[in-house]
T-cell receptor, first 111, second 112 residues
Framework: EDKVVQSPLSLVVHEGDTVTLNCSYEVTNFRSLLWYKQEKKAPTFLFMLTSSGIEKKSGRLSSILDKKELSSILNITATQTGDSAIYLCAVGPGGYNKLIFGAGTRLAVHP | ETGVTQSPTHLIKTRGQQVTLRCSSQSGHNTVSWYQQALGQGPQFIFQYYREEENGRGNFPPRFSGLQFPNYSSELNVNALELDDSALYLC???????????FGPGTRLLVL
């Protein structure tokens, strides 16, 4: 059975800290791994990683895909209170693009 | 560029009733996927529509059905509502069936 596991489930940090969120997956066919940020309702797209693009960076956020270890990390440096959200990892197993999501990591950044 | 929109934002129904949720895809996108997100969980794939045809389905019973219209907007219908159907229903659109999906704000359904 295809599955995606995220850790930790929740995290509390202070502004300015650096955090690393983890995502591991077991899927029959891998095509892509996506990270989303969910603040209230709509998950907002952050990154997509594939075999041809295993590292992405945008401002204080960066992500790396390790195809050998079947995992990915999302790093956030110099965290701000606006980074408080649920971070979702999803894997697209190929064919039509059904996304398989992990349960998410709930990040709380305190002033 | 218009993003993904969904209606209604909130809905309260009772067990046994039927509900229709609507989604307008992002401009230019021809694929719509529906997900159910229960409290504290990640979204679960319900089904996907590509060019008005169902293009894949998750582990949901037949009382969950859908449509996609020529303008690529979509509906999710749920019959014989159960208490466990209470969740956030998310619609996502993409350009093609294998591209990055962009989500709408969701419809929060409460079944009493």
């Amino acid at each position: 059975e295809d599955k995606v596991v995220q850790s930790p489930l929740s995290l509390v940090v202070h502004e300015g800290d650096t955090v690393t969120l983890n995502c591991s997956y077991e899927v029959t066919n891998f095509r892509s791994l996506l990270w989303y940020k969910q603040e209230k309702k709509a998950p907002t797209f952050l990154f997509m990683l594939t075999s041809s693009g295993i590292e992405k960076k945008s401002g204080r956020l960066s992500s790396i895909l390790d195809k050998k270890e079947l995992s990915s990390i999302l790093n956030i440096t110099a965290t701000q209170t606006g980074d408080s959200a649920i971070y979702l990892c999803a894997v697209g197993p190929g064919g039509y693009n059904k996304l398989i999501f992990g349960a998410g990591t709930r990040l709380a950044v305190h002033p | 560029e218009t993003g993904v929109t969904q209606s209604p934002t909130h809905l309260i129904k009772t067990r046994g009733q039927q509900v229709t949720l609507r989604c307008s895809s992002q401009s230019g996108h021809n694929t719509v996927s529906w997900y159910q997100q229960a409290l504290g969980q990640g979204p679960q794939f319900i089904f996907q529509y590509y060019r008005e045809e169902e293009n894949g389905r998750g582990n949901f019973p037949p009382r969950f059905s859908g449509l996609q219209f020529p303008n690529y907007s979509s509906e999710l219908n749920v019959n014989a509502l159960e208490l466990d159907d209470s969740a956030l229903y998310l619609c996502a659109s993409s350009l093609g069936a294998q591209e990055t999906q962009y989500f709408g704000p969701g419809t929060r359904l409460l079944v009493l």
